[in-house]
């Protein structure tokens, strides 16, 4: 596709990003300024209202200076007069990474993902600073460079790794395919990303499945709290319309706080308080009804949410594993070394058994999901805690590095068993490809030259593997898999030898 296009679609991609975030928090904020203020309502305010709320729900921290007269009418003193918000609604900028990542997939699927990515982002600041610069607001201030570079990034960095996924997936001609034939020279080592990838996604995926399942059942179990606490609002329609929506923009957080939950460190609902499975400390917290979901008290058997994670763990283990294990079998190799064959100098094509059964790749991969996973669940945990107020309420939220180092852990743990634990073969044996064990190669020699590279994947019934080894010095020998034993070969029945031997005996016979 050509490149003007790519830049174009990535442009309108970034702008229709920005008018839903946009237009999801001005839709309810017209009715509730035509509903709930009416007359009084003072329509200048609307778009500044609207435009800080897409900026605090992409990350941007607010600065709240409540107005005198407002201080008097409900009594909070002077020194709470002026405080952070940056608690931010991750629905929104959540939308928007999940939008930015397909665009950056799409623009690696027509060919040209930096150009697709550099102009959805281009554009993403373009858009920032417009709406910056028309939302002058005397209650909710920004800083100029947080609401430009902040926004940016929420729609850069998702569209940049899905553009790298995509163009590792479908090739791009360029840097992404050079890096998969330097990592295919060597077959212990090709599957090593792609591996390492995907035990990274089930890791997070799971962390954060993790954490919606325990919301549910907190709400499930305690759904008669959060009924009395909307009870005890006193709001009409339109106010529990509007606290509603505003608790599901909070959704996502509520997540993250419940795979913190489940990690075993919890989180904090203001100074100097602790949620966490092995007990529950809290003071006094503001009447929002989704705040009734948390337990009153903890128990040490909840610890064994844990388990939870290090299964996550062991399911990021064992995909990585089937990645490399599939690859091995398959003997994918892209690039060829000298002479035209895969391997890089000298020829020489790693075996099928022992590119799988090789333990330093498979360190790598458990080194990865773990480092990685534990640095993604703590990006989520910084995003998903900050301030709701002043004094105590500054403090909301888990804590990014016992979270993060919790995690890590439990994702070692489950994931070391998924990689390095043996498998059984169908007959009830331990199959080779879990140990370190040498391969069976039979070398004959061929005199006949050998055509071009090629990789040959040899088929046996057997149960431990068989390696291919091609070399490019004269003679050059050619790899024959031979059986490891006679107890996985089936002997040949005399008509597969000699089929004089199934003709029958007798005066049925036919003349010799």
Excluded: K
Excluded at 368 to 378: C, E, Y
């Amino acid at each position: 596709m050509n490149r003007l296009l790519v830049a174009f679609l990535a442009a309108v991609d970034a702008l229709i990003a920005a008018a839903v975030g946009v237009a999801a928090a001005l839709a309810p904020l017209t009715v509730f300024w035509v509903l709930g203020l009416g007359g009084t309502a003072d329509w200048g305010a609307l778009w500044p209202a609207s435009v800080r709320l897409w900026q605090f729900g992409n990350l941007v921290p607010l600065q709240i200076t409540l107005p005198p007269e407002y201080l008097t009418a409900v009594g909070i003193d002077a020194d709470g007069a002026t405080f952070w918000l940056s608690l931010a609604p991750l629905a929104f900028a959540g939308f928007a990474a999940l939008f930015a990542a397909r665009s950056g997939a799409r623009a690696a699927r027509a060919g040209a993902w930096a150009i697709g990515v550099l102009a959805g982002s281009v554009v993403t600041a373009v858009i920032a600073w417009l709406l910056w610069r028309t939302s002058a607001n005397p209650v909710a201030a920004v800083f100029g460079w947080q609401a430009l570079v902040l926004p940016t990034v929420v729609f850069a960095v998702p569209a940049l790794l899905g553009a790298l996924v995509g163009a590792w997936r479908h090739g791009d001609d360029g840097v992404i395919d050079a890096l998969r034939i330097r990592a295919a020279r060597d077959l212990r080592w090709a599957a090593v990303p792609e591996a390492a990838a995907r035990g990274l996604g089930v890791a997070v995926a799971g962390f954060v499945g993790v954490g919606a399942l325990f919301v549910a059942v907190a709400t499930v179990l305690r759904g008669g709290e959060v009924v009395a606490l909307y009870e005890a609002a006193h709001v009409d329609a339109l106010g529990a319309t509007m606290l509603t929506l505003g608790q599901l923009a909070y959704l996502p957080t509520l997540v993250v706080w419940g795979g913190a939950f489940a990690a075993g460190p919890g989180f904090a609902l203001g100074t100097g308080t602790a949620v966490s499975p092995v007990g529950t400390n809290l003071g006094v917290l503001p009447g929002v009804p989704a705040l009734g979901i948390i337990p009153e008290s903890g128990s040490q058997w909840m610890l064994l949410s844990i388990l939870l994670i290090i299964g996550v763990g062991f399911a990021a283990g064992a995909a990585a594993r089937g990645r490399l294990f599939a690859t091995a079998r398959a003997g994918r190799s892209v690039g060829a070394g000298a002479g035209g064959w895969p391997g890089g100098s000298g020829g020489a094509a790693v075996g099928v058994g022992s590119a799988h059964e090789a333990s330093m790749p498979r360190l790598v991969v458990l080194a990865a999901i773990v480092i990685l996973g534990a640095a993604a669940v703590a990006l989520l945990v910084a995003v998903a805690s900050g301030s709701v107020g002043p004094g105590r309420l500054a403090d909301i939220g888990p804590a990014a590095g016992p979270v993060a180092f919790a995690v890590g852990v439990e994702l070692l743990v489950g994931a070391a068993i998924a990689l390095f634990a043996p498998v059984r073969a169908a007959g009830g044996r331990v199959a080779r490809d879990a140990v370190d064990a040498p391969v069976d190669v039979a070398v004959v020699h061929d005199p006949a030259p050998l055509p071009s590279a090629v990789a040959f994947e040899p088929v046996t019934d057997a149960a431990r593997p068989v390696a291919v080894e091609l070399v490019t010095d004269a003679p050059r020998p050619v790899a024959v898999a031979v059986a490891p034993d006679d107890a996985t070969t089936e002997p040949f029945a005399a008509g597969e030898i000699d089929p004089i031997e199934t003709l029958p005996d007798g005066p049925d016979a036919p003349a010799q």
